[in-house]
């Protein structure tokens, strides 16, 4: 936690005047306290099958969905920018779901094949791969249902299996986003049995059951078929004190990095979370809050790129090590 001034050693006007450190640029940039890097910065990007596909997303003006060969182009972009990883989603339409969302242990998956592209031709970056069913399952959730039930435990077989096949596959870092208990130690034990002691885990460990997903289900091919809501696995945008309890359990299980999700709206849980565990902290600038700075600046209601850039410093600011964000090539052009 910062310092609290003391506000009884403090000088006091005329003699203080807080605008004289403002007054120039040189001076601003002297005290600024919070950097924004290039470094701190993981793009998130939408997978499409097929070949030289690059199909806009309609709800998110600039992203696309991108088949694997136009993944390895954005690859070479994030290399030349000096953006440190991507983080990969697939699209997958109603035919492609069943009911246990058995696409997501294939290895040959759209998944599995955009990372070992991105691997043959940019090895040096980092690649991070969502693990949920939600992509692949014909009800839209993250894990197993029945009888309108989701199921944890057997859920959570379910994403140790896809965990391994996405680490084969060469990605470097899990990132389980399911929010199923007890799945980090269990993904943890199953790398470790596989040989993958060495990739990494970064648990969406605070994630919120939020209205800000919409434009993202609609880029994997989820909107329409989702049936109800996630607030029997996802957290209730009521609490905060949960939030480091889900963490506390993510790191214990053998999370090396935490996330909190969405961004924006839970600044005072990235914080709270930075300063209790000290541990590295990441926060998802979710689709919603993308679509939100993108539709505005479209209207000219907002200066979009001033906008995203300030979005992203206060993530800094609230304590995050770094950002998963539509934004992250955008961002870096101008870093
Ligand atoms: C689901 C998942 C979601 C996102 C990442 N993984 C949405 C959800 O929980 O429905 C959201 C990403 C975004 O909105 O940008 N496993």
Redesign the pocket.
Known sequence: MNKRPQHSSLASFPALRMRRLRRTDWSRRLVAQTRLSVDDLIW?IILKDGQNVKEPVASMPGVYRLSPDETVKAAEEARALGIPALAL?PYTDAEGRTPGGEEALNPDNVMCRAARAIKQQVPEIGLMA??????YTDH?H?GLMKDGEILNDETVEILVKQSVVQAEAGFDIIAP???MDGRVGAIRKGLDEAGHSHVQIMA?AA?Y??A??????D??G?SGV?KGD?RTY?MDPANSDEALREVALDLAEGADSVMV??GLPYLDIVRRVKDEFGAPTFV???????AQIKAAAQNGWLDGDKAMMESLLAFKRAGADGIIT?FAADAARKL
């Open positions: 998130a989603f969502d693990v949920a069913l939600d992509p839209g993250d986003s399911d929010m969406y994630k059951a939020s800000f997903y919409g434009p993202y289900r880029a994997i989820s989702l996630k996802q999700k969405p998802f600038q979710v689709s919603g809050e993308y539509y």
